[in-house]
């Protein structure tokens, strides 16, 4: 990570904590690694974003219902679902630091550094070639640049190879082979690559005798497979549906670093789309473009979004890609679209014994039903929401701001009620205005200080609309409301103010823009 992004992401780091959004768990005895708890602005901006997924997936999908199911499940369904055997990362150590790396993490980022080769080989040429600059035809004519993509691409298949066939040995020889160091020792004195199982464990049961090994869920998604039939009978639905849910997922993360990306407890929010077989491709099309567009819709860079195709397909998938965000630490996945073919119901029906089969009324058959997934997580959505909206503006009078430009609906706060003073009756008014407006959305009231450090602490944590009640208030009913974005102030009616705040942080107007 460049200086520069490592500053931005620890300013982030440190607003979350100085404003409440998050905090590292258990801080009072030094904290639990990759384990946050969100405080009291950050459990608003992350029911908020849940609230927005939900709503895009059971709102404005009539074939799509929600459950809540259990973190605790069968030890059974993680032996179907492949993670008891499959779920595993592999992992390297350094001798001389004693650190822990992914070791597909660890060639992931040597690409990551060739392809910065890449980018500057480019904005070089841009420079010099100004407008004429075709950067298209640079990539395939010039000499460097083709030689880096050319490595980056045998690295790739030799990594997908590495992947593909779990072959340890061959992830040594190609982590020396490539000559990579640790990043904290500089070392290259390696231990063997090892496979690690990502699932915590614990028992069930009063004694440790006869008492059952259990896992807390690394993934969501099973509690929707094993709940399809109960789901597609009682609800009565017809091919294609989906179910959606939104709960914690646990893993044993071997390297958790960079804030609320990678955490050992986790909540994902995921839906799993079942159609008839055959149907897959188009479906995968469908949700890729719908999922795309539910994260344009916040209005942020489309830049900032792209997709990557798996280089490894996971062991139920025909086709597979990550939406991947530009986080201050550059592009890493944010969601994942799977099309997992039929092998969780094939493999939960032939663990269980049950018949988990859909009947087609039309063509007069039972068939397993294709499933497209889309996952995503709502730590790194969240994350991605923060590092977005954090923005150290200079203004006009040469003085700074911190804003949290969080779309309207977003806000944990969506309006600030400020009286200019406490006295003259000026606090009774401002209490009287907020107990009506409170039934609408959530406010802030705050006498304390000048009222540009009110503005400043309502801008740093995203509140769209302040509100001040001063003497003419009394005898005209007008209030002032500022703009947080624009920092314009107009004076409008106090009968006003709940038709132009509703209207601004109304989820409605970005949920139409889905439809
Ligand atoms: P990664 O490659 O980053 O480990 P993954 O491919 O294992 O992620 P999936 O199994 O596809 O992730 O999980 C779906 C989503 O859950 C991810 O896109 C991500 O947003 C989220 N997620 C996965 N692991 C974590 C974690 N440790 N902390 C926070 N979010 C996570």
Redesign the pocket.
């Known amino acids: 990570m460049s200086a520069k992004n490592e500053d931005s992401l620890k300013n982030i780091i440190s607003h979350a904590k100085e404003y409440g959004f998050v905090f590292q768990s258990s801080e009072i005895y030094d904290g639990l690694s990759a384990v946050y708890d969100y405080g009291q602005l950050g459990s608003g901006l992350k029911n908020n974003i849940k609230e927005y997924w939900w709503k895009a997936m059971t709102q404005l999908h009539e074939n799509i219902v929600g459950i809540d199911s259990a973190i605790f499940m069968h030890p059974t369904v993680w032996k179907a679902s492949g993670h008891v055997d499959a779920f595993s990362d592999p992992l390297i150590d350094n001798k001389d630091s004693k650190k822990r790396y992914r070791a597909d993490v660890l060639v992931e980022d040597y690409m990551a550094k060739i392809e910065g080769k890449v980018n500057k080989e480019i904005k070089k040429a841009e420079k010099r070639f100004g407008d004429a600059f075709n950067e298209a035809e640079y990539r395939k004519t010039n000499g460097r640049v083709l030689g880096y993509l050319e490595k980056i691409n045998t690295i790739e298949t030799e990594l997908k190879t590495c992947l593909e066939e779990n072959d340890n040995n061959r992830f040594k020889k190609l982590i020396e082979d490539l000559e990579i160091a640790c990043p904290v020792s500089g070392s290259r004195n390696w231990t063997d690559v090892r496979q690690f199982n990502l699932m915590f464990n614990t028992e069930m049961g009063a004694v440790a005798e006869g008492a059952s090994t259990v896992y807390l869920r690394p993934?969501t998604a099973q509690g929707i497979f094993v709940n399809f039939l109960n789901v597609y009978k009682t609800g009565r639905m017809k091919l294609p549906f989906g179910i959606a849910q939104i709960g914690k997922a646990f893993?044993n993360?071997i390297v958790a670093r960079q804030f609320i990306?990678?955490?050992r407890e986790?909540e994902?929010m995921e839906m799993q789309f079942f159609v008839k077989p055959g149907e897959d491709k188009k479906w995968y099309d469908y949700w890729k473009q719908n999922r795309i567009n539910w994260h344009n819709a916040l209005g942020f860079s489309e830049n900032d979004y792209r997709f990557h195709d798996h280089i490894k397909l996971a062991h139920y998938a025909n086709a597979a890609c990550?939406i991947e965000f530009n986080f201050p630490f550059g592009f890493k996945?944010?969601?994942?679209i799977h099309s997992r073919t039929d092998f969780d119901l094939k493999s939960h029906e032939e663990h269980s014994g049950k018949k988990i089969q859909y009947f087609d009324s039309e063509e007069n058959r039972n068939y397993t039903p294709y499933v497209v997934e889309t996952?995503?997580?709502l730590?790194?959505m969240f994350l991605s929401i923060l590092s977005k909206s954090y923005q150290n503006e200079k203004l006009e009078d040469g003085s700074e701001r911190v804003v949290l430009k969080l779309p309207h609906f977003l806000a944990p706060i969506k309006l600030a009620v400020l009286p200019l003073v406490k006295k003259d009756g000026l606090a009774e008014k401002a209490r009287e205005i907020m107990n009506n407006l409170k039934f609408d959305f959530t406010c802030q009231y705050d006498a304390k200080d000048s009222i540009g450090k009110r503005y400043r602490r309502q801008d740093a944590i995203g509140t769209p609309f302040c509100i001040t009640i001063d003497h003419d208030t009394l005898n005209d009913n007008q209030v002032t409301i500022r703009n947080r974005d624009t920092m314009q102030q107009e004076r409008i009616s106090i009968d006003e103010i709940n038709n132009v705040v509703s209207k601004a942080v109304d989820i409605k107007e970005t949920l139409k823009k889905l439809n």
């Open positions: 993934e893993r993360e990306f990678r955490m986790f994902q990550d996945e944010l969601e994942g996952s995503i997580g730590d790194r």
